[in-house]
C-alpha cells in the first residue's frame, strides 16, 4: 500500500473516540487475522466481522462483538450503529454484512483497506482509503501505532463488552436449554464447546447459516470457519472437500434437514471413498426460515395446508447413513450431544449426527 495513504487512515482511526473495525473474508484470503487483532489491541478497538469473516477473530476475545449484518449477532449490530467511525478491512461492504446498508448508516464516518480497488468506497462514502493487502497494511499500521490513544478508548472497548454480556444474558436461556426437541441455540452452545481448536467448521446457508452466525463462537486462532457463498445444500459437499484437502484437520459440518436433502447421495460417496468428516444436521422437520413469510401471508397464523409447504415428513437421517455406508448418530437430547461429537470424532469414517430440534424455532432477525 501506499505509505501516505497508510498513516492519513491510521491518524483517523487513532483520532475517533468510538472507532469499530469491520472484518471480512479478506481478512482470512490475507492471513491477516494475527495482524487484526494486535492492532485491536494495541488501541483498544472492538471488532465485528462479517459471516465470512468470522474466524477473523475468536469469538471468546474480549474485543470481539460477533457477525453484522444479516446473519448476525445482536451485539454486533448494535456496537457498529454506535460507532463514530468505521474501519472495513477485507470486506466488500455487501447487503448480507451490512444489513442492507442500514449497519452502519450510509454517511456514517469510515475508512476501508482492500487489495481490491473498485471495493473502495463502493458502497459507503469514505475519509480514508488504502488499496493494499489487508496483512501488509494491518502490520504497518501496527508498527506506526501511538499505543497511548488507547486510553482514550477505555471506556468504549467496556461498552462494547457491556453489550456483549447483555446478549449472552438475553439468550442464556436459550443457550443452555434442556427442551425437548432440542433448541438449536442450545446445539450451537454445544458445538462452540466441544468442536476441536484445530476444526474446520463448514456451514450452510439459511437458517443454518443464521443460527451459526449468531449462536456459534470460535475459541481458538487455529480453528477455521466457511460459510456458504452460494445455495442451500452446499456446506455438506463442501465439508467433504475440506476433509480431503485438509485430512489431517477435523471437519464438521452444520446443516439443516432442508440443506441436508439436496446432496444427500454424497453420503456414499463419503463411505466410498471413506471421507470422515463429521456433518450434524439441525433437523426440524422443515425449512422453517419461510415460517415468518407464510405467517404474514396467513394474516399472522398458518393453516394446516400452510405449513405442508415448509414441513417435511419426520426422517432419520442417522438411519439413512447407516444404510449408506457411514455411521449415523441420533440424538434427541441436548446432554447426550458432547458423547455424539466425540464419538464422531473418534470414528475415522463419515459420520452424520442427527440432532432433532424444534421446528417453532427461529433465529433472531437483525437489529438494525
Known amino acids: 500500500p501506499d505509505d501516505a495513504s497508510v498513516r492519513a487512515a491510521l491518524k483517523i482511526l487513532q483520532d475517533a473516540n468510538r472507532p469499530v473495525i469491520v472484518a471480512g473474508g479478506g481478512v482470512r484470503a490475507s492471513g491477516a487475522a494475527a495482524e487484526l487483532v494486535a492492532l485491536a489491541e494495541s488501541l483498544q478497538i472492538p471488532v465485528a466481522t462479517s459471516l465470512n469473516g468470522k474466524d477473523a477473530i475468536p469469538g471468546n476475545h474480549p474485543l470481539c462483538v460477533g457477525v453484522v449484518g444479516t446473519y448476525s449477532r445482536e451485539s454486533a449490530n448494535r456496537v457498529v450503529n454506535a460507532a463514530d467511525l468505521i474501519l472495513f478491512v477485507g470486506t466488500e ?34 475519509l480514508a482509503a488504502v488499496n493494499g493487502d489487508a496483512k501488509v497494511t494491518l502490520a504497518r499500521m501496527l508498527a506506526l501505532a501511538d499505543r497511548t490513544t488507547a486510553a482514550k478508548r477505555k471506556n468504549w472497548s467496556a461498552e462494547a463488552q457491556t453489550i456483549c454480556a447483555e446478549w449472552r444474558k438475553k439468550y442464556q436461556p436459550a443457550l443452555t436449554s434442556e427442551a425437548v426437541p432440542i433448541r438449536p441455540e442450545r446445539l450451537c452452545h ?47 459437499p463442501a465439508g467433504l472437500g475440506a476433509k480431503c484437502a485438509c485430512p489431517q484437520r477435523p471437519v464438521i459440518t452444520f446443516t439443516g ?58 426422517v432419520d437421517f442417522a438411519r439413512i447413513a447407516q444404510d449408506m455406508g457411514a455411521l449415523g448418530i441420533r440424538v434427541e437430547q441436548a446432554s447426550a450431544f458432547p458423547a455424539a461429537l466425540a464419538q464422531a470424532l473418534a470414528a475415522n469414517r463419515p459420520v452424520v449426527i442427527d440432532v432433532v430440534t424444534d421446528i417453532e424455532a427461529l433465529a433472531p432477525v437483525a437489529v438494525v
Open 93 to 126: 461492504t455487501g447487503g448480507m454484512t451490512t444489513h442492507f446498508w442500514a449497519v452502519p448508516k450510509i454517511g456514517t464516518p469510515a475508512i476501508q483497506i482492500d487489495i481490491e480497488p473498485q471495493a473502495l468506497g463502493r458502497n459507503y462514502p469514505l
Open 190 to 236: 454445544e458445538l462452540t464447546r466441544h468442536v476441536p481448536d484445530d476444526a474446520i467448521v463448514v456451514v450452510d446457508t439459511g437458517h443454518a447459516g443464521m443460527w451459526m452466525g449468531g449462536m456459534f463462537d470460535l475459541t481458538s486462532a487455529r480453528q477455521s470457519y466457511m460459510r456458504s457463498a452460494g445455495h442451500l445444500g452446499w456446506a455438506f
Open 257 to 314: 434437514d432442508a440443506g441436508f436433502w439436496y446432496h444427500i447421495a454424497e453420503v456414499e460417496t463419503a463411505a466410498r471413498w471413506n471421507i470422515n468428516a463429521v456433518t450434524v444436521v439441525n433437523n426440524n422437520g422443515g425449512g422453517n426460515q419461510s415460517k415468518r413469510g407464510f405467517d404474514r401471508v396467513y394474516g399472522g397464523k398458518q393453516t394446516d395446508k400452510a405449513r405442508e409447504l415448509w414441513t417435511f415428513s419426520k
